[in-house]
Each structure stands twice: as C-alpha cells, then as structure tokens.
C-alpha cells in the first residue's frame, strides 16, 4: 500500500450557543441532569439558512488552506454526514461546487453516523494506498439540531452542529500517518438509533401519508453497548498493532457522552491529560466530533502536535471505527 499522510485537520461551529439552562425552557430538565448524565453544558446550533453543507464548506475551506492545496488538485471529494440539508444532492458534490472545482472529479457522501470520520479515512485509504487517487478531502459534517425532536428530552439534550475536514494525501515523504485502522458495523441493532425519511404515500395505493420524522435513539441501549464494546475494541486494536497503549499520546474519542470516553480511558488507564474532551462545550456533533475535539485541542494547546494519537467513532448502524494516527506538526 502506497502512505499516506494527514495534511491538515480543521473545524467549523455555528455561533449560537445553547445552554442546558436554555433548554429548562422547552421541558422539565435542569443543568445539573444533563451535566451529570452526558457531561454536556452546551451546544451550537444553526440557524437561519445555514446548514451541514454551509459548516462542512467552512471547514473545507480551512483545511485546504492549512495543507496549502489547491482545490483544483483535488482527486476526490467524500462527506461524511447523517443530518444532511438534502439527501441528494450530496454535500460532497456541493462542496465542489462551492470550491470552483471544475474537474469531473467523483464527490459522494457516506452515512456513517458519528464514524463518519473515520469511515471515510478507512474509504481515502483504500484508494490513496492503491494507488488510485493521491489528493482527498474528507468533509465530516452534521446538523442534527434540525433532526432532533425538540419536545424529546432525553435525546435532543445531546447533540449540536459542527463539521470538520482533513486532506490526505499520498506521504510526500514514505511515511504513513495511519498506524493502524479499523470500521466495523452490526446492523442487526440498527433499530438503537434511527431516522425514518419523512416522506409521502402514493394515494392510489395507500391513503395515509408517513408520519413526520425525527430522530429515535435509545440511548439506554446505546450506552450499554458501546460501553461493553469500545474500551476492548480499542484495547485489542493497539495488542494487534503491536503498539503498547503508554505508546500514545491522545485519545480523541467520539463526544457522544463523558461517561463513555470515562470508560475507554480507564480500559486504557490514561490520565486526563491524554484524554481530549470538549463535549461539555459542543455536546455530540456526531461525524464531525472527533475532528473537532482534534483541531480545537491544537488551537488551545491541550493536543501538541508532532504526537500520535488514537482517533474512535460510534453512533448509528451501529457503526465504529478507530485510527491510531500519526498528527505531525503544521496539521492544524
Ligand atoms: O452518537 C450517538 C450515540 N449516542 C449515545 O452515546 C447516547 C448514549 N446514552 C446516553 O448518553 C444516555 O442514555 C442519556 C444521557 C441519553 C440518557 O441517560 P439515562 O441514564 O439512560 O436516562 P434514561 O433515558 O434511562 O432516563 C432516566 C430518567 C427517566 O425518568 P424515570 O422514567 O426514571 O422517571 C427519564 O424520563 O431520567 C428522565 N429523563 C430526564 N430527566 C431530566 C430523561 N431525560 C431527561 C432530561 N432531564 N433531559
């Protein structure tokens, strides 16, 4: 397989930030449940027009500049997104759009849920190593505060917006950025969190119309499994790459709940500084969390470059995934 390196990582957030304060306005919650229960105390959310497609753009914009490409030598566009502003077309072909690129190159979306991120890495792999494509953007964006049901108050307390981009590319210099990696994916719990398309019956066949949608997470569910899976899968993830766990430097975990990146770093029996988390912050921002947690742990100096770390995704399908990850200087 031909390296490949990350050339840059960066983030976009929407401006308004909600409170769990805020949220005592819309049903019978308090600051101190939802803090104790997730971690959370904020979140950003969209408004107005803006939207996936708007965030995940931003952030492109950012990474490009930062890895100093040009979108014109891009080879392939992939986004990765689960609250979409339209199912078609695909944010990624928007983006290539937004971006000037005139190239017929292939932009598609992937729906991986909150391993979005690493979905995609694991796809820009495959086609970087085989030799078939050198220069990738991976665009990991979601807007799930338009998905949510707001009268919903044990699931719309989690999420917020955000996106987050990476390019890679073939290594410039033999080095491989990606140590080890890994998806995987158990559909036969898929019913854990879901979103049923809204849509329309065809009146000479049925007369009722589908019901409006939003999103259903049983989160009871959720947090039992993923919390019986993810410390051992990435536990076994770094005996089989050979890499002892000291070995790393950060853990940047999916921010889907402070109690489960609390269980991961105890199976890995890090201290907190190794451990990166702005949940309390952004709530989950589903694809585009760990990319956010990386980029904005650079900007305040919790992440030093020049460092590896191990990257981990979870959320609907149910999906997962891990990176062990080389972050040299200069990405963020
Ligand atoms: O990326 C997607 C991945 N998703 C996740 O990782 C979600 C993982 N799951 C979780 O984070 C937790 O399940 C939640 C934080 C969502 C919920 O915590 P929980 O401890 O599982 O709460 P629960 O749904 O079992 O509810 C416990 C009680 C219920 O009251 P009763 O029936 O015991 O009287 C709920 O009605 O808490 C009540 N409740 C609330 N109370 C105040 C549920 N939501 C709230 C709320 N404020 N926001």
Redesign the pocket.
């Known amino acids: 397989m031909k390296p490949l390196q990350i050339r840059s990582v960066a983030y976009s957030v929407p401006e308004t930030v909600v409170t769990n304060q805020d949220l005592t306005k819309l049903?019978?919650?308090?600051d101190e449940?939802?803090y104790t229960?997730?971690g959370i105390k904020e979140r950003r959310i969209v408004s107005g027009n803006q939207n996936a497609a708007d965030l995940g753009y931003e952030a492109a914009q950012k990474a490009l500049a930062k890895a100093g490409v040009n979108p014109d030598e891009l080879d392939l566009i992939i986004a990765a997104s689960s609250a979409p502003p339209n199912l078609y077309p695909a944010i990624a072909c928007d983006i290539q759009a937004r971006l000037g690129i005139t190239t017929k190159i292939p932009a598609f979306d992937i729906t991986a849920?909150?391993s979005g991120l690493i979905y995609g890495m694991q796809i820009a792999r495959g086609f970087i190593g085989s030799g078939i494509y050198k220069k990738i953007l991976i665009v990991a964006t979601d807007n799930n505060s338009r998905l949510v049901d707001w009268e919903d108050?044990?699931?719309s307390?989690?999420f917020g917006d955000g996106a987050g981009a990476m390019v890679v590319t073939e290594s410039t210099d033999g080095v491989d950025d990606i140590l080890s990696i890994d998806i995987q994916s158990d559909g036969s719990i898929g019913e854990y969190?879901k979103y049923t398309m809204p849509g329309k019956t065809c009146p000479l066949v049925e007369p009722n119309d589908i019901e409006p949608s939003h999103i259903f997470?049983n989160?009871?569910e959720?947090?039992k499994f993923?919390v019986k899976v993810l410390p051992d899968y990435i536990a076994n993830m770094l005996e089989e790459s050979g890499i002892k766990a000291d070995e790393i430097d950060y853990l940047i975990p999916?921010q889907?709940?402070q109690r489960?990146i609390d269980a991961v770093q105890q199976r890995l029996g890090y201290p907190d500084e190794k451990v990166i988390s702005n949940i309390t912050y952004y709530g989950?921002t589903?694809a585009a969390s760990v990319p956010i947690a990386l980029a904005e742990g650079v900007e305040k100096g919790t992440v030093k470059l020049g460092s590896t770390a191990i990257l981990c995704g979870?959320?609907?399908g149910m999906t997962w995934g891990a990176a062990i990850v080389r972050l040299r200087e200069g990405i963020c």
Do not use: E, P, Q
């Open positions: 049903y019978d919650t308090s449940w939802i229960r997730t849920a909150c108050r044990g699931t307390i989690l969190i997470m989160g009871k959720v947090y993923v999916h889907a709940n489960i989950n589903s979870f959320g609907a």
